[in-house]
């Protein structure tokens, strides 16, 4: 049963790929762009916030979870939780000096994260059109990915509407790494949908694999557009799951090619440029699964890497 419908994707997809090359070639749009070094330096306090989501939620809970959080100034969690394992760490807080509300969502180990994403039979189903309201019909999304999203949900849309009101701030930031990179694409989505217009959703992702089909890319693309999905080098997750198993990624790649030299690529998923992830990483047997864990401009993410 599985070998025909996959056969059939693969074969839907090639079909599907033609007029979308044609878009790549000649569109001014996928022109890839150099970082400055002022844009690369910005990135840094994201990459922070996305490394401190790694930490126990005892030590984040007093934002002491050494560099991580020492380095982001003007920031108070008031919404910890996760057990690590069923659920991932996550944190809530106001950051005044941005006067912006951050969430943060923890990954996950990459090798297992890593079979979970290329298992052939990976399935993808509707999102919740409450947490989601408005989602247009044929935007799916890995099934794992949404039942993860949807355990903390309401309790932190809870949090982030009381903080909202508290601060009057009109900005909220999420940040994850990893499947945490993942769950922030879908929390900014999910906000964007259900929090006002004059509230802000910016949202930095690092090593985030696809999250959901190519309607999902576009609906997401059109709904938040302050977005930024980092990676670095050869990191296989990213190119996981595979396109030929219906996956794309929305826009908003910065593709770290060193500490120093940082490319936007602009595409969805097809950037014909070799300083972008899709011709880094062609197929995860070229990818590293090291390169996931950094260095993000000298941080590291993951769980080892709280001290
Ligand atoms: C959709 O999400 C809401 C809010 O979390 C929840 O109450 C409801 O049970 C969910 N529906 C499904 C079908 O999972
Ligand atoms: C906060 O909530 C209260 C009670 O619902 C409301 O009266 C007030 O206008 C809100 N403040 C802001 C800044 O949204």
């Not at 979870?65 to 996550?90: H, K, W, Y």
């Not at 999102?127 to 309401?154: C, I, M, R, Y």
């Not at 964007?192 to 004059?198: I, Q, T, V």
Request: proline share 6%.
């Amino acid at each position: 049963m599985l070998f025909p419908s996959f056969f059939l994707l693969t074969l839907l997809c090639s079909a599907r790929a033609l007029p979308y090359r044609r878009d790549v070639l000649f569109s001014q749009a996928t022109r890839v762009t150099a970082l400055s070094q002022a844009q690369i330096t910005d990135l840094k306090p994201f990459t922070f916030l996305a490394a401190a989501a790694y930490c126990p939620p005892e030590k984040v809970a007093s934002w002491k979870c050494g560099v991580a959080c020492s380095s982001i100034t003007g920031f108070t969690p008031t919404l910890t939780g996760g057990d690590g394992d069923a659920v991932q760490f996550f944190f809530v807080g106001h950051w005044d000096t941005q006067k912006a509300i951050v969430i943060s969502h923890e990954g996950t180990d990459p090798i297992q994260l890593k079979s979970v994403l290329t298992d052939i039979e990976v399935t993808k189903k509707p999102l919740n059109s409450t947490l989601f309201p408005g989602v247009p019909n044929g935007v799916e999304v890995h099934d794992g990915f949404s039942d993860q999203h949807a355990k903390t949900a309401d309790q932190i849309f809870a949090e982030v509407t009381r903080l909202l009101n508290q601060t009057g701030f009109k900005k909220v930031i999420t940040v994850g790494h990893s499947l945490g990179g993942a769950l922030a694409q879908l929390q900014a989505l999910s906000l964007r949908l259900n929090l006002p217009s004059d509230v802000a959703i910016s949202s930095t992702t690092y090593g985030t694999p696809r999250v959901g089909n190519s309607d999902y890319a576009s609906f997401f693309d059109s709904k938040v557009v302050d977005f930024r999905r980092v990676n670095h080098r050869n990191d296989l997750i990213p190119v996981v799951p595979g396109r030929f198993l219906g996956f794309t990624h929305p826009k908003g790649e910065v593709h770290l090619l060193s500490d120093t030299e940082v490319n936007i690529c602009p595409g969805n998923d097809d950037d014909s440029d070799a300083a972008c992830q899709i011709q880094a990483v062609p197929n995860i047997l070229e990818g590293n699964a090291l390169d996931h864990l950094g260095p993000y401009d000298g941080i590291f993410l993951g769980t080892p890497f709280c001290a």
